[in-house]
């Protein structure tokens, strides 16, 4: 599809938020969309509340249907940092899910390392949960067992950091809390690295710019001319 064509009525847009955040942080990123012809699901969930096998049963599951209740035929996502993983975790669970192409922003793919690090400490626990200690780089890590996706998946990493403590633990260029190696995941259609931090990546102008373009032709847009 051209990336200036309107997109087809049966197509909807689902957005997932990351961990310890709301809806709210995804407003803009919803907005840019809406304007750019799509409906938009900005769903809403409990993060802190439940492992990431169980968030992405309800979340994941639960928005796909609520767009197919509103006559959707092809489901894309948006998803920032956990939202990803959410995303990855129901389509190993469901391969034939009507999931079309994903724009995963920040998204720990192959884990942190500061979860690696922090992981075990109660207040990190507390703060984030069960599925924030789910994150690490170790095998038995979720990320780590998931496989190469079934759907098209776009990445977009940050190479900023706000958190320089978080950026000491982390390995090469970081968003302050994943490095851009972590994000990349194996079969994925395509990868992009913006200047930009980790909570800043779901209102970047250029990280929405680009998401439009993948969710219309399954590809950034390298060139920077369009």
């Known amino acids: 599809m051209p990336a200036d064509s309107p997109p087809p009525a049966h197509v909807q847009v689902v957005l997932l938020h990351g961990l310890c955040r709301t809806p709210r942080s995804m407003r803009p990123m919803q907005r840019f969309l809406e304007a750019a012809g799509y409906r938009v699901v900005n769903a809403g969930y409990p993060s802190r509340s439940a492992d990431i096998g169980m968030l992405g049963e309800k979340v994941v599951g639960g928005a796909l249907e609520r767009c197919r209740s509103m006559g959707a035929v092809e489901v894309h996502f948006v998803c920032h940092s956990l939202g990803g993983i959410l995303v990855r975790e129901y389509a190993a669970r469901h391969p034939d899910a009507p999931i079309g192409n994903v724009v995963m922003l920040g998204p720990p793919n192959a884990g942190s390392e500061v979860v690696d690090r922090l992981g075990r400490w109660k207040l990190f626990t507390w703060i984030h949960g069960p599925a924030g200690g789910q994150l690490g780089t170790r095998e038995a890590s979720v990320p780590k067992k998931l496989g190469a996706p079934a759907f098209r998946a776009g990445i977009i990493a940050g190479s900023r950091s706000i958190n320089w403590i978080n950026s000491l633990m982390i390995p090469g260029p970081d968003d302050g809390k ?33 998401t439009v373009v993948f969710l219309k032709r399954g590809s950034f847009n390298h060139s920077g001319d369009g």
């Open 178 to 210: 994943v490095s851009v190696t972590s994000t990349r995941l194996e079969g994925m259609a395509d990868h992009l690295v913006i200047a930009t931090a980790h909570p800043f990546l779901m209102i970047n102008r250029e990280a929405m710019r680009q």
